[in-house]
């Protein structure tokens, strides 16, 4: 693995901490990141910035 300026960062097999590319994304968690109120907060924020 090299830098964009050609150095070289890592080694081929080198082992990051945590494990393997595939170990490590098998570790995201991904959820929900809107909010139950959204629909009413645009709807508030909507109405100050029309007044």
Do not use: C, Y
Request: charged share 30%; net charge positive; aromatic share 10%.
């Amino acid at each position: 693995m090299v830098d964009p300026f050609g150095k070289t960062l890592e080694k081929k097999g080198a082992v990051r901490d945590g494990g393997s590319f595939k170990e490590r994304m098998g570790n995201v968690v991904v959820w929900n990141s809107t909010m139950d109120e959204q629909v009413h907060l645009v709807k508030k924020w909507n109405e100050f910035i029309a007044s």
